[in-house]
Structure formats: C-alpha cells, structure tokens
C-alpha cells in the first residue's frame, strides 16, 4: 500500500523506472557541465566560453561582433551607473544595473551578475547610501571579465 491506497506491482515497476530516468537524466546532464567546466578551467571562474558557445549556437563570427559590441558599449552603461550613484538617483541606479545585467548575461559571468543584482536592489528599494562598496566590487570583477574575454577573444576562439 503506498500512501494509504492499494497499489498493484506493476505500479511500483513504473515507478522505480521513472526514477531511474530521472536519475540517468542527472548523470548526463552533470557529465555535460563537468565536461564543460574541464574545458576552461581558469575562464570558467569568470565567464562560462562554452555556455556562450551553444548560446550563440557555435557561430564564432556573431559571437565575437557580440563582444566587440559589448565592450564599445559597456563604458557608457558603466557610466550611467555611476552617475546615478552619484546623484542618488535609485531608479535610475535600478534601470542601469538593470539593463547591463540583460547584456552581460550572454557570458554566463556568475560574479558579475550577481554584483549588478545586488545594485539593482539597491536602488529598487532606494537603499542607495549602501551602493558604493557594491560599485566598486562590481568593478573589480567586471575587470577581472574584460580581461579574461580579451584573452579569449584575441588569442581565439
């Protein structure tokens, strides 16, 4: 009896074949990722190259016009972050953080993301007097990224 009903054992055969689907379907997925962090062990600190590989399906050229686009535009939305630090404007500190978070998320950088989250709830919930220190951590790891996608974008994809 499972769960206080009759069951007949054909029913328990379904579900230990569904657990073990689910299991093997574990195991790939964590053989994947495994497979993928092996791959840059240093740049997958920083940014994941083989996630963003699958995401720009394997197409180098688009990958790199990506990140030649995004590093002609991240001065100015790292500017306007800055600028709404310094006037302590909250939604625009929210929009900004907001908004760069979007583009960065393509390079599936945990680090970054995570900074430019907690900048933008900051300023959602105007709690701007405690942005600073986020800023400047948020920097650093975002030079820490730079760095490492102009190794691996001009030694080669």
């Known amino acids: 009896m499972i769960f206080g009903r009759k069951s007949s054992p054909l029913s328990h055969i379904a579900e230990v074949t569904l657990d073990i689907g689910v ?3 574990m195991k790939e ?3 994947a990722q495994a497979t993928d962090s092996e791959a840059s062990l240093v740049a997958i600190a920083i940014f994941d190259l083989q996630a963003m590989k699958r995401h720009f399906r394997d197409n180098d050229q688009i990958l ?3 990140v030649d686009s995004y590093m002609l535009h991240v001065p100015t939305m790292i500017n306007d972050i800055k600028t709404a630090l310094d006037t302590s404007n909250s939604k625009d500190l929210q929009r900004s ?3 760069l978070r979007g583009i960065t998320a393509k390079f599936f950088a945990q680090k ?3 900074r430019l989250q907690t900048l933008e709830s ?3 919930t105007n709690q701007i007097e405690n ?3 986020s800023f400047d951590l948020f920097k650093e790891d975002l030079e820490e990224l730079h760095s490492e996608l ?3 974008f001009l030694k080669g994809v």
């Open 131 to 133: 942005a600073a220190e």
């Open 97 to 99: 953080a907001l908004k």
């Open 23 to 25: 299991l093997n379907r």
């Open 122 to 124: 900051l300023g959602k």
């Open 29 to 31: 997925t964590k053989r």
């Open 112 to 114: 970054v993301q995570s």
């Open 64 to 66: 790199r016009g990506f």
């Open 150 to 152: 102009e190794k691996t």
